[in-house]
């Protein structure tokens, strides 16, 4: 490293400044910044005015990072710091409901015994408790391996391996109980359920019943089978869970029939490489052509009743949805920010037109049903990597979203939300993944994973948010709504974090001044605050370990300080795994974190078992040796 940068670096890194932007605008040094193309001279600008904004209230007991840094790990374990434990809770295939035989790792189980098993690949999940000592997890299933999943490896799919995959995925609710041996998941409880790709759901809220929904099978355009591809989640104050359906085309498939746009703008393709299409006549679009319309939603459960039918909110538009960040805005409106995870699509932000009733939380089960759903415009002056930015409604008969512009209702603008966000010129963003509001400032911050495509399509061009071209490592933007008013048409944003390797790179892609060789990432990807305001960063990102990302081991977990800028790695996770899914309990004592798809593409996982076993998908339990607070 250049011996000024240095010294200008580790002089910003010791300053005892608690203006937290002051400490990363300047840390996304000059020369980093210059060399990587951009000319971000907003950067080295006087601090700016969301520092007062984001001061976060600690916990009285708890510092904010109160644990010891990891280094960055290569190992087939979970690692996490010292005076931490960290046991598995419950992995792909584990018995959850009653009759359902233990996990046989041959992969010749049948589809009736996954029906009844913890699916695979643990995404997003929340905690919903019970009493002290007894609570329920709600948690994605997100996808399988088919290498994993069955003894051919994918290689000779039968029509009742299809039923198997749809099985392995949706979500698993399951109670858990605390023992003296910690946390255990309960294999008999009356609340344990499976909901599955085949699970009947319906579809509410203003694209309910049009045209568009209707298929053979449901002449009313309402009835569903299914969800899948359920990435990350919310949880809302009335006691729910948002499950969020992300990557859903990549199960239909319109083989030998040309694509119309919207479905090449959702990304449907004329093959599957999950096959279900050649066994489930739904998933060939050449005989279900709206079949794809009634996915791609957020779905609402109510997991304290088993029996719960899950209800897809479709005024929450159509994407694909990473996750569901839920916060009460002062003035009772619900507010539900979304990111759409994919290179050069957007951010949205849903307000709910009736308000939050504290007082009877039963009320309030339909808050999701009617709102407006807005798109970020983030704007910033030539080469800033801060500016303003403002929410256009996505509503029938405004903004261009009219008969003339190809949208005849609101169902459509909703059906089609990617295109209404082009028709009104939202910004097209690296990739969004989760959002997370802090609990007492409510400035909200979103992972923008990473983009490939950044500086390359005409339409995703180097600037405000995504300063980068070739954007390998990601950011995090961060924003406060207008007089702190998360239901506000306008906000102010800028950059909490640019990921980068400061060990391989000099310039921008080094990343910002709260990045350097001990806590060095890529690709962030899950996002939460705690109730004390440490942000949780989960990544899911390249772990090769070379070139690029040399030196940044396996993914990982990292907690930020969001007054300070500081970034400590907390935990690391094994072989060719991501990091993701997070929940704590309400005391905050104990955290479960999700390992998805370790050893994934044949890599030399064993994880959790050991031995010879077959890598699975595992949530873990963290908990501190002495009882205290996660992270403090
Ligand atoms: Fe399922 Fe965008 O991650
Ligand atoms: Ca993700
Ligand atoms: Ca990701």
Known sequence: MNKDLLQADSALHTE??????????????????????????????????????????THPESKLLGFNKIPASTADTFVVPEGYVAKPLISWGDPILKGAPAFDESGNQPASAQAGQFGDNTDGMSFF???????????????????????HRGEAITADDVKKAQAAHGVSVFEIKRTANGWEYSKESEYNRRITANTEMMLTGPAAGHDLMKTSADAAGKKVLGTFNNCANGQTPWGTYLTCEENFNGYFAKPGAELNGHEKRYGIKDDSKYKWY?????????????????????????????????????????FKH????????????????????????????????????????????????????????????????????????????????????????????LIYAREAATVVGATTMDRPEWVAVHPK???????????????????????????????????????????????????????????????????????????????????????????DGRLWILTDGKYSNEGD??????????????????????????????????????????????????????????????????????????????GGIIGA
């Open 278 to 318: 050649k066994f489930d006549s739904r998933f060939d679009i050449t005989q279900e052509p709206n079949e794809p319309h009634r996915h791609g939603w957020v779905v609402e459960i109510d997991p304290m009743d088993p029996t719960s039918t899950p209800l897809k909110r479709t005024a929450l538009g159509r």
């Open 441 to 531: 400032t409510k400035t909200v911050c979103c992972t923008l994973t990473n983009n490939k495509n950044r500086g390359k399509k005409e339409n995703q061009p180097v600037g405000g948010p995504n300063p980068r071209a070739d954007n390998k490592y990601g950011q995090i933007v961060r924003w406060t709504e207008t007089n702190g008013d998360n239901t506000a048409a306008t906000f102010k944003w800028d950059l909490f974090l640019v990921a980068g390797n400061p060990t391989v790179h000099k310039d921008f892609y080094a990343g910002s001044a709260n990045i350097n060789d001990e806590n060095m990432f890529n690709s962030p990807d899950g996002l939460g605050f705690d109730n």
């Open 129 to 151: 408790p019970l009493s002290e000592d007894r609570a329920l997890l709600a948690v994605n299933n997100e996808y399988t391996n088919y290498k994993l999943l069955f003894a």
């Open 16 to 57: 005892q400044d608690s203006d937290f932007s002051k400490i990363i605008d300047a840390g996304l040094s000059r020369r980093r910044f210059m060399q990587g193309g951009a000319t971000a001279m907003g950067l080295f600008l006087a601090a700016n005015p969301l520092t007062k904004a984001v001061a976060a209230t």
């Open 322 to 413: 990473e996750n569901a960040a839920v916060i009460v805005a002062d003035n009772g409106h619900v507010v539900v920010y979304l990111g759409d995870d994919e290179r050069g699509e957007h951010l949205y932000k849903f307000v709910s037109k009736h308000k939050y009733n504290a007082a009877d939380k039963a009320s309030n089960r339909n808050l999701l049903e009617e709102g407006t759903l807005y798109v970020s415009r983030f704007t910033a002056k030539k080469g800033d990597v801060k500016g303003k930015g403002e929410w256009i409604e996505l509503t029938h008969g405004k903004n261009g979203l009219t008969k003339e512009n190809g949208f005849n209702s609101q169902a459509e603008i």
């Open 549 to 626: 990302f040399a030196g940044m081991g396996n993914n990982q977990m990292l907690c930020a300080d969001p007054k300070t800028g500081e970034v400590r790695r907390f935990a690391t996770g094994p072989i060719a795994c991501e990091i993701t899914g997070l929940a704590f309990s309400p005391d905050q004592r104990t955290a479960f974190v999700g390992v998805q798809h370790p050893g994934e593409d044949d890599k030399p996982s064993h994880f959790p078992a050991g031995g010879n076993s077959k890598p699975r998908s595992t949530i873990m339990v963290i908990q501190r040796t002495d």
